[in-house]
């Protein structure tokens, strides 16, 4: 963190002034219900009704009393929620006037201050190549800025042979016990691999992803010359973005990796939220509700039924 970034008070004090108030007038009833899923405790069964999550639908039961049926989940008011981040070296990047790792600094504030309202301790897994830092789940001010100022701090390396998702999901699976409720927060620009491990870890707790990416990661635009540096492995490359093929080119290469993140998604069966470096996170979090209710909206990513 540098010295002209805000510190994680003058970052929570902000979120809460600007963005909690705006939502506490925008979303009714428990934060919570955003992220439940399959990995909290069975409760009841109850008839199908409008809106209702089809992933909860209990086909057993529908099938012998050939009318729909859904679980109802009972959710402990201190499950632990976990905050698996992805701190490797291309989350420092951001073209604009916020960082990856910012605006996920921003999620963990926002979203650790939604669940510690609620009576839910928060706790963390941190990832820049390994996973080396685990922060047991706390319920206080204290301990979120805590956690906070550790992903502000927390050292990437340089460079190195690539992100590995996968370890972290793993490290994930080992270090909780009991069912949580799990919030990966990552670019996934990672080596292949780590879908079977995020749809392991989805079987037990219940998991939703949040993807934070740049507006420049999707798109080129026509700046003129550029150097390019890989952030995972320190590569660059000199381009010319006035050419037309080449952008052409990048945006093949775009679609080609969106297809392959949108299948490894569905193959784990979780949802995944978009967030870019300059969203607004009111509008993000309120695409989350609609995503956790069912609906499928812009920007949100709907697991496999």
Same mark, same amino acid.
Request: aromatic share 6%; net charge negative; charged share 25%.
């Given at each position: 963190?540098?010295?002209k970034?805000?510190?994680p ?6 979120l ?19 992220f ?11 008839? *199908? ?11 057993? /039961? ?6 729909? *049926? !859904? ?9 632990? /929620? ?15 006037? #916020? ?22 301790? !928060? ?12 922060l047991?789940?706390?319920?206080t001010?204290?301990?979120l800025? #805590? ?6 701090? *927390?050292?990437a ?21 009991r ?22 870890? #989805?079987?037990r ?22 150097n ?9 490359i000199? /381009?010319?973005?006035?050419?037309r ?20 998604w569905?193959?784990? #069966? $979780? ?10 996170? $009111? ?23």
């Open positions: 963190m540098s010295a970034e805000p510190g008070e003058a970052i929570l004090h902000r809460e002034w600007t963005v909690l108030r705006r939502l506490d007038g925008l979303i009714q009833g428990d934060y919570r219900s955003l439940r899923g399959s990995g909290l405790d069975l409760a009841d069964l109850r008839e *199908y009704q409008y809106h209702d999550d089809v992933r909860h639908i209990d086909w057993n /039961v529908t099938a012998r009393l050939q009318t729909p *049926y !859904v679980r109802e989940f009972h959710e402990d008011r201190e499950t632990a /929620v976990w905050f698996l981040l992805d701190l490797s070296p291309s989350m420092d990047f951001g073209s604009g006037n #916020a960082s990856k790792r910012m605006r996920v600094t921003e999620l963990v504030g926002l979203l650790g201050r939604l669940f510690q309202r609620q009576a839910n301790p !928060v706790g963390a897994l941190l990832y820049g190549g390994r996973v080396d830092h685990i047991r789940p706390g319920n001010r204290r301990h800025l #805590a956690m906070m100022r550790q992903v502000l701090a *927390y050292p390396p340089l460079t190195g042979p690539g992100t590995r998702l996968g370890e972290l999901l793993d490290a994930a699976a080992g270090a909780i016990r069912r949580s409720i799990v919030v990966l927060v990552s670019d996934f620009i990672s080596e292949p691999g780590w879908a079977a491990s995020l749809g392991r870890l #989805a079987q707790h219940a998991v939703t992803a949040i993807r934070v990416l740049d507006p420049l990661e999707l798109e080129l635009p026509d700046i003129g010359l550029l390019l540096q890989d952030a995972e492995t320190g590569e660059q000199f /381009v010319d973005t006035r050419d093929g080449f952008r052409r080119r990048y945006e093949a290469q775009v679609e080609a990796r969106e297809a392959a993140l949108m299948q490894s569905r193959s784990a #069966a $979780v949802d995944v939220l978009e967030v870019l470096t300059d969203d607004d996170l $009111v509008d993000a979090l309120l695409r989350l509700a609609a995503l956790r209710s069912g609906r499928m909206p812009a920007g949100g990513v709907p697991a496999a039924a």
